[in-house]
């Protein structure tokens, strides 16, 4: 998996951790660009559902996926908490929208284990894997795939 | 090829390209007026191209410039008339040069055989009026097949497939490679390759098969075979079309790009650091330095020996700069046949000499060498004087002079001071001042905004005062960018003369051309785009314009028909007309035509007026020649020209009167990525629709909606307008149930309406919008790559409050319209 940060000596994987949906998720801290609060998005018809529309961020126009929805889970309002997550991946900057962030963890290696039957929430495929931080469980995302969906719905 | 070759190879190629500018537009001239002044001017542009030929090395192009020079030469010496069959031969001289310049540029040399071309160059002054071989010197070259850019393409265009393909492209047509398998069971694979090429054949026309038909035919193939084929279709109608036949797949179909990679005379010799500050000195002391490759026989027993003699001989020549593979690497047979020096001497001959005493060496190429770092001082010096070394045996001392004098006059005028900037860095360039704008545009509102609370506040007023000098400064830096990134339509418009007169002679008409403002000023993203539109537009005025010379005898009109190509600034625009003294457009013709093609009834034909009539031309599928000609070509009607045209966001008009002759009149903008647009609300979000498309707009009521045919029209000046609801066009994830209010049902509570009237002459239609906002100059910026491309937008924008607008595409919104209802425009 690109995305798995693996530093040989720590064996440790840096990952920015949020939630959505009373449920913790995470992703690889190499692929964040920031985190800013929700600001107004401007709506661009004729888009998937979860597309919530763009944003001006400093003069460039980012996309906002509405994490929840396209992760198939319930919908709820947004807070004063609520950010969204600028990512940079491939090709695309996209801004993931979520209830709240946490914070950045470190989970070592060896305590994230594969996708079980234990998440029903979501799809599976989203997920490369489960990780553990006081005795809260964290959804490691694949974030290629949740992207990557896109582009089947979009064509 | 090495860097420093392509920097090279770039001077000659653009001389060269400068010389031929010149050559085909005064060979044109020559026709009207054979002055001596012009005549000289061609002499030496052709003597120039000749020397400069010669110095790259390129024997066959200066072989045939030569001949062409000696032409005009004896054209200067009045020895020889202007003749039809004598401007032929040079122009057919011309085209091979083209050609051979294109292999040039892209393999460094060019394997185009000339000696018909020359012959008949030759023949002219003997016979004057002989008449012209109808193939002309490249036709008859023997079709040595190039080697193609790509390994896995065994198929290869000949010069004259390439001619070809050129003249399809310049009808609009879009080459592909093919490749085709036949199943490996089919019982005869030869007949179904056949009927593959049968079934192209209607769809595209066939420039070049691998193998040839006769070994097709003969099933001298593997189960696949390749084509390239130009068509007006898309690669998936040619999918089709082969697929429609049992047995046969395509299993590959890409865009084809000529771009022949035959043995390049490549050096990948450079020079370092030391080699440079040697070379420097070299030239100072009036060495040349050339870049050798050389040869080791293949059966030489001690390569490395021989490598490093022919080094040692080369040492005694002259000073080598650069030796590559270094030679360490020589010494220890570490390089494959051939290695590469770089050496100063007194000339060309001595080193020639010393390898020619050298056994089991050959030298592959010899190439004078100009070191890219040296690009600021003069690079004709070099050029100048590697010609007088090269032509001397052939011409006489004086005439040499002569032209290193004309040339470096030349420099000295033709070259004020201008640095070459990289395209993408003026477009980077662009795209910051887009952000500047629209930070100006913000700091002057909130400006506003401030004042209201601390208006008294002295800061305040200089804080206003920089803002507008902010404002002031940015938008001369806009204009100042936009300026940089202009070009004059000469560069488009250079190569329609010609073309005219090709058409003209093809159809035995006899037109004099006029091009008027071709130092107007255009944005490099227009120019590169309006050139197609533009030369089928002209090519329809001579085609179905402009009359045979005996009709217009007996229409008492001068039988030379006339054809006008004008370019002027006006206000924001660019505007270009083409226009003609033919015959006109008919617009009873016209609506006889729309009626048997079905596009429209009688009545409707009928309650046409004449106006609406002409713009039918604009229709699609509809051509009112009577049979297809190859001048206006197939299938690429006006209402291509219109509809590429509206993709740049520019209008055309037609006006025409029969017997007299048509104009029409394009409306450009200046840019393509800055555009004004008026400022629309729908359902909360803002839209720009291009103010270049917006006709007007209006204030309705809600009881002047009519409906006909189940859709909502309003009547304006005595004619239907069908009306769109934007909020239809662009339904909206959130606020839907609420915001979505249908305009002709009684949901909306206000009395009154907002209407965009949208398009251009006859296709207009009304967009309902919730308000206007009002009109702004607006940057486009894509909406990226994750939601990619919609229908009906063609970007976005942000304003000066920071906010987004969606950018309106009117054409997409219109064919959206049109098939969402079934519309028909301007009943």
């Known amino acids: 998996m690109a995305t798995v940060n693996q530093e040989a000596v720590v064996q440790e994987e840096q990952i920015v951790a949020f939630h959505l949906s009373d449920e913790c998720y995470g992703i690889d801290i190499a692929v964040i660009q920031e985190i800013i609060r929700r600001q107004t998005v401007t709506q661009v018809p004729r888009t998937p559902e979860d597309i919530e529309g763009i944003i001006n961020l400093r003069g460039r126009i980012v996309p906002i996926l509405n994490l929840r929805s396209r992760l198939g889970l319930p919908a709820t309002d947004y807070s004063t908490k609520s950010r969204v997550i600028v990512v940079a991946l491939e090709e695309y900057t996209v801004g993931l929208e979520v209830d709240s962030v946490i914070g950045v963890l470190r989970l070592p290696e060896n305590t994230i284990e594969k996708p079980s039957k234990l998440i029903d929430s979501i799809d599976a495929d989203c997920v490369r894997g489960v990780g553990k931080h006081n005795d809260q469980l964290i959804i490691l995302l694949n974030l290629h795939h949740v992207l990557r969906q896109e582009d089947a719905l979009a064509a | 090829m090495s860097e420093d070759m392509a920097q090279f190879l770039g001077v000659f190629l653009q001389e060269a390209s400068e010389q031929m500018e010149l050559l085909e537009r005064d060979i044109l001239r020559l026709e009207q007026e054979a002055s001596p002044e012009l005549l000289q001017g061609i002499f030496r542009a052709a003597h120039t191209l000749k020397g400069s030929s010669r110095a790259m090395g390129l024997t066959s192009m200066g072989e045939l410039t030569h001949a062409m020079e000696d032409l005009f030469d004896e054209l200067r010496n009045s020895r020889l008339t202007v003749s039809t069959p004598l401007i032929d031969a040079l122009f057919a001289g011309l085209d091979a040069l083209k050609l051979m310049m294109e292999q040039v540029a892209s393999t460094a040399s060019t394997d185009l055989d000339t000696t018909a071309l020359v012959t008949r160059l030759r023949a002219i002054p003997a016979g004057q009026a002989s008449p012209a071989p109808a193939a002309s010197g490249k036709k008859k070259a023997p079709p040595k097949e190039k080697k193609q850019h790509s390994a896995e393409w065994k198929v290869a265009l000949s010069p004259e497939q390439q001619n070809a393909m050129r003249d399809a492209q310049a009808t609009g047509c879009s080459i592909y490679g093919l490749k085709i398998s036949v199943a490996a069971d089919s019982a005869m694979k030869g007949v179904r390759a056949l009927m593959a090429l049968q079934a192209l054949e209607k769809t595209a026309s066939l420039l070049a098969v691998s193998p040839d038909e006769d070994a097709l035919e003969n099933e001298q193939f593997e189960h696949c075979f390749e084509a390239v084929v130009a068509t007006h279709q898309s690669d998936a109608a040619l999918k089709q079309a082969i697929e429609s036949l049992s047995e046969l797949t395509l299993t590959q179909c890409q865009p084809w790009e000529d771009t022949d990679s035959a043995d390049r005379s490549a050096l990948h010799i450079t020079l370092s650091e030391t080699g440079y500050v040697a070379y420097r000195e070299a030239v100072a002391n009036n060495l040349r330095v050339f870049g050798i490759k050389i040869e080791v026989a293949r059966d030489c027993v001690m390569k490395s020996v021989r490598a490093l003699m022919t080094l040692q001989a080369l040492e005694n020549a002259g000073s080598i700069l650069a030796v590559f593979p270094d030679e360490d690497a020589l010494e220890n047979e570490q390089f494959d046949l051939q290695f590469e020096v770089i050496v100063a001497s007194q000339n060309e001959q001595i080193l020639q000499q010393t390898m020619q005493k050298l056994n089991e060496i050959r030298m592959v190429t010899i190439v004078p060498w100009l070191e890219e770092r040296d690009a600021q001082h003069p690079s004709s010096g070099q050029m100048v004087q590697t010609e007088t070394k090269s032509a001397e045996t052939v011409q006489a001392p004086q005439t040499t002079a002569a032209t290193q004098a004309g040339a470096a006059a030349r420099k000295n005028v033709a070259q004020p001071q201008t640095v070459r900037v990289d395209v993408t860095r003026l477009d980077n360039l662009l795209n910051l001042i887009g952000e500047l704008v629209i930070d100006r545009t913000r700091i002057a509102q909130l400006c506003t905004q401030i004042s209201l609370v601390a208006g008294n506040l002295p800061a305040m007023e200089h804080l206003t005062e920089a803002a507008a000098h902010v404002g002031r400064i940015s938008d001369q830096l806009q204009d100042e960018?936009?300026?940089?990134?202009?070009?004059?339509?000469?560069?488009?418009?250079?190569?329609?003369?010609?073309?005219?007169?090709?058409?003209?002679?093809?159809?035995?008409?006899?037109?004099?051309?006029?091009?008027?403002?071709?130092?107007?000023?255009?944005?490099?993203?227009?120019?590169?785009?309006?050139?197609?539109?533009?030369?089928?537009?002209?090519?329809?005025?001579?085609?179905?314009?402009v009359e045979m010379p005996?009709?217009?005898?007996?229409?008492?009109?001068?039988?030379?028909?006339?054809?006008?190509?004008?370019?002027?600034?006006?206000?924001?625009?660019?505007?270009?007309?083409?226009?003609?003294?033919?015959?006109?457009?008919?617009?009873?013709?016209?609506?006889?035509?729309?009626?048997?093609?079905?596009?429209?009834?009688?009545?409707?034909?009928?309650?046409?007026?004449?106006?609406?009539?002409?713009?039918?031309?604009?229709?699609?599928?509809?051509?009112?020649?009577?049979?297809?000609?190859?001048?206006?070509?197939?299938?690429?009607?006006?209402?291509?020209?219109?509809?590429?045209?509206?993709?740049?966001?520019?209008?055309?008009?037609?006006?025409?009167?029969?017997?007299?002759?048509?104009?029409?009149?394009?409306?450009?903008?200046?840019?393509?990525?800055?555009?004004?647009?008026?400022?629309?609300?729908?359902?909360?979000?803002?839209?720009?629709?291009?103010?270049?498309?917006?006709?007007?707009?209006?204030?309705?009521?809600?009881?002047?909606?009519?409906?006909?045919?189940?859709?909502?029209?309003?009547?304006?000046?005595?004619?239907?307008?069908?009306?769109?609801?934007m909020h239809d066009l662009f339904p909206m994830h959130h606020k839907a149930e609420e915001m979505q209010a249908v305009v002709y049902t009684d949901r909306q509570p206000q009395e009154e309406i907002y209407v965009v009237v949208v398009g251009t002459g006859d296709r207009q239609i009304g967009l309902v919008v919730d308000a206007l906002v009002g009109e702004q100059e607006v940057v486009i910026k894509t909406l990226g790559k994750f939601i990619g491309d919609i229908r009906g937008l063609s970007g976005c924008t942000i304003m000066g409050d920071g906010q987004m607008a969606l950018i309106a595409d009117i054409e997409g919104i219109m064919t959206m319209a049109s098939e969402r209802k079934g519309l028909a425009y301007a009943a």
């Open chain 2, 481 to 545: 960018i936009m300026k940089a990134r202009m070009l004059p339509i000469d560069s488009v418009f250079n190569r329609f003369p010609r073309m005219i007169r090709d058409l003209a002679q093809k159809m035995n008409k006899e037109i004099n051309f006029v091009m008027e403002g071709g130092d107007t000023e255009l944005d490099r993203s227009v120019i590169e785009v309006v050139g197609d539109p533009l030369i089928h537009m002209l090519r329809n005025s001579v085609d179905h314009g």
């Open chain 2, 550 to 725: 005996e009709e217009r005898d007996k229409a008492g009109k001068p039988r030379i028909g006339s054809v006008w190509l004008r370019a002027r600034h006006q206000e924001n625009h660019i505007v270009i007309e083409v226009q003609d003294d033919g015959k006109g457009i008919d617009p009873d013709k016209l609506r006889e035509n729309a009626v048997k093609k079905g596009i429209m009834t009688k009545e409707a034909a009928a309650r046409l007026t004449d106006k609406e009539a002409i713009n039918l031309i604009f229709a699609s599928g509809f051509s009112t020649a009577k049979e297809v000609t190859d001048v206006s070509g197939r299938g690429v009607g006006m209402d291509i020209v219109r509809s590429n045209l509206q993709k740049l966001g520019a209008t055309v008009e037609i006006e025409s009167k029969v017997g007299e002759g048509s104009l029409f009149t394009v409306r450009l903008p200046l840019t393509l990525a800055i555009i004004r647009g008026l400022l629309v609300t729908v359902n909360a979000v803002v839209f720009a629709l291009p103010l270049n498309s917006v006709v007007e707009t209006l204030l309705i009521s809600r009881e002047s909606i009519r409906k006909v045919k189940r859709q909502p029209t309003i009547v304006l000046r005595e004619h239907t307008l069908p009306l769109v609801n």
